[in-house]
């Protein structure tokens, strides 16, 4: 299977979207922006899914 691209990054990178993620209060959002993060820092599916404690088809998803 091949490492996940992200095609829409809107302007954003890994450092600032750190930076969000400690700005927000709504839990499942965090973990979203988390699981982008990891993948845009060149982690798969399966080590981001595994890091944030989801299955890898919902890394996929988001």
Request: glycine share 6%; with cysteine; net charge neutral.
């Given at each position: 299977?091949?490492?996940?691209?992200?095609?829409?990054?809107?302007?954003?990178?890994?450092?600032?979207?750190?930076?969000?993620?400690?700005k927000?209060q709504?839990r499942?959002?965090?973990?979203?922006?988390?699981?982008?993060?990891?993948?845009?820092?060149?982690?798969?599916?399966?080590?981001?899914?595994?890091?944030?404690?989801?299955?890898?088809?919902?890394?996929?998803?988001?």
């Open positions: 299977m091949e490492k996940l691209i992200v095609t829409r990054a809107h302007g954003f990178i890994p450092e600032r979207l750190c930076i969000e993620e400690r927000m709504d499942l959002f965090k973990q979203r922006l988390m699981a982008v993060r990891l993948v845009m820092e060149g982690y798969s599916a399966t080590e981001a899914g595994n890091i944030l404690e989801i299955c890898r088809q919902s890394v996929s998803t988001f």
